[in-house]
């Protein structure tokens, strides 16, 4: 069957509309495809920034862990070489700090080796500094019990329980 030019006409006509249909659908789908894969790239940048920041972080913490540690590298604690270098230690922070010592006696200790009980009274200002000088001494000592009680205007009688860890035969 042979094609008059009118319809040859007509097939040519809608074989390039379709054409024409297909690439702007192929258009559509790939611009969609394009705009899909910036915002992809777009995340990824973003993610990206996050975790460069995120390592600035840890790097700065793990240089300030690192300085930490060489600090406490550096700080010395010593023990004290008996119960009575340990008392007298204790009792001189006191001394020092015009607190009135009202008794002082062996504690049994929590966890360490060695502990004192005292019972004081002084300025509260005072105690609190001598609680500071307690911790400054450069033996290990730690408080394992405090309690303050008003006296006389701006005096505080208290009670507290230190100890240490003996070197072995300090006892």
Known sequence: MKLSFP????????????LIFLIVLGQFFF?????AE????EDLRTRRMLLELDIQNKTRL?????????VIGDYR??????????????????????????SMKPSKPVSGSSAVQIEFI????????????????????????????KDEPGM??????????LPEGGV
């Open 77 to 102: 604690i010593s023990l004290p070489i008996d119960e009575v270098a340990f008392f007298s230690s204790v009792e001189r922070e006191l001394a020092r700090n015009g607190i009135q010592v009202n």
């Open 156 to 165: 505080v009688k208290g009670t507290a329980v230190l100890e240490t860890v």
């Open 62 to 70: 793990l240089q300030a862990y690192k300085a930490t540690i060489g």
């Open 7 to 18: 319809r040859k006409r007509v097939v040519l006509s809608l074989s390039i509309a379709f």
């Open 31 to 35: 611009s969609r495809a394009v705009t």
């Open 122 to 149: 002084g300025p509260y200002y005072s105690v609190l500094n001598v609680m500071a000088d307690w911790r400054g001494m450069g033996s290990a000592v730690r408080m394992v019990s405090v309690s303050l009680v």
């Open 38 to 41: 910036r915002e992809m790239i």
